[in-house]
């Protein structure tokens, strides 16, 4: 059974940093795309970043580019976001994603692409 566990939510002052981590069981990570997605109440999910492990690809939504950097950890079966210069409009649920297949650009911010979700984990950026 797949499983994906995220952690490292919390709060921040604007301005601060955050790292969620995903873990991810019950498959071979290293051939999978994974992406991080956030819902804000009221608001649709939004794909922020995502990363295809084979080659370690990367792809940014606009709002964070340049602040959010998603790594991974192939070894661990982890998938890292680092959040910087958080703003107060990051605060939101996040969600991290596993797809089953070779995801690229744009793609990997698609939420119907993938297969597997996390718990989510919150983030609250206060001013």
């Known amino acids: 059974q797949v499983q994906l566990v995220e952690s490292g939510g919390g709060s921040v002052q604007a301005g601060g940093s955050l790292r969620l981590s995903c873990t991810a069981s019950g498959y071979t990570y290293s051939r999978k795309s994974m992406g991080w997605f956030r819902q804000a109440p009221g608001k649709e999910r939004e794909g922020v970043a995502g990363i295809y492990a084979g080659s370690g690809s990367t792809y940014y939504a606009d709002s964070v580019k340049g602040r959010f950097t998603i790594s991974q950890d192939n070894a661990k079966n982890t998938v890292y976001l680092q959040m910087d210069s958080l703003k107060p409009e990051d605060t939101a649920m996040y969600y991290c994603?596993?797809?089953?297949?070779?995801?690229?650009?744009?793609?990997?911010?698609?939420?119907?692409?993938?297969?597997?979700w996390g718990q989510g984990t919150q983030v609250t950026v206060s001013s």
């Open positions: 994603a596993a797809a089953a297949g070779h995801l690229v650009a744009g793609a990997l911010l698609r939420g119907h692409l993938y297969n597997y």
